[in-house]
């Protein structure tokens, strides 16, 4: 049976995401903070296993790594968007939470999985960069910067894994019907989106590549997203 940790997994695209896994018959992984809606999946699935934890706590990351075990991949998940202001009314606290989360905690996640897949022979890394790892909205200072290093980080990983067997790969992921989508279409109300389901088939086709194959960097999106085109 494949195995995966999948990082924010309560909510959103991360538990999309794991219940397609499940359905699919992989043992899973689910990281996230709050505790109760990860056991609501764990308690209605035999392959799954709740691992509360705070991606920005290393010992506790630890913990949940090392409770899972054999680990064939890492969705590197867990974010959130900050502030949606012009940078000089960004607070530098939500300026460090949303690093805090969005880039250590993906460093710490990666990090943790990368140990267990070089021990093991290899395995497989896909970290969720967004289409803010391209362009920004407007207004998404904090989100943007640490999604830009997403992509830096899994080039390096991408990189420093080939001796080891193991891959990386970035999917950039656009409107998905998630909270964080959610909140930004209250202000935007005819912003096209997409079902979150559409996002969780993507994860599944690039962990389901066979050894010696990878999907580097995927985008998937809202068709009438303005994306692709100039203003």
């Not at 897949?117 to 910067?145: D, E, F, K, W």
């Not at 891959?167 to 109300?189: F, H, M, R, W, Y």
């Amino acid at each position: 049976m494949k195995s995966i940790i999948i990082t924010g997994a309560s909510s959103g695209i991360g538990r999309a995401t794991a219940e397609l896994f499940l359905s699919e018959g992989w043992r899973v992984g689910l990281i996230a903070r709050r505790a109760a809606l990860l056991h609501e999946i764990a308690d209605t699935h035999e392959n799954a296993v709740a691992l509360p934890a705070d991606v920005t706590d290393p010992q506790a990351m630890e913990a949940a790594f090392d409770t899972f075990g054999h680990l064939d991949v890492l969705f590197n998940n867990a974010g959130l968007f900050g502030p949606s202001a012009p940078i000089d009314e960004v607070p530098l606290d939500d300026w460090a939470q949303v690093l805090s989360v969005n880039l250590n905690g993906m460093f710490i996640a990666a990090r943790l999985a990368f140990g267990r897949m070089r021990a093991q022979g290899g395995g497989r890394i896909i970290n969720n960069g967004s289409l803010s790892a391209h362009v920004p909205r407007p207004g998404s200072v904090c989100y943007t910067t640490t999604k830009h290093a997403i992509t830096g980080l899994t080039r390096s990983l991408s990189l420093d894994g080939r001796p080891f067997g193991i891959a990386c790969g970035q999917i950039d992921i656009g409107n998905a019907e998630s909270a964080i989508v959610t909140a930004l279409k209250e202000a935007n109300p005819d912003m096209d989106t997409m079902d979150v389901g559409n996002a969780a088939r993507s994860v599944l086709h690039m962990a389901d590549m066979p050894d010696g194959a990878n999907v580097q960097f995927l985008t998937v999106m809202a068709t009438n997203m303005p994306y692709i085109g100039r203003g």
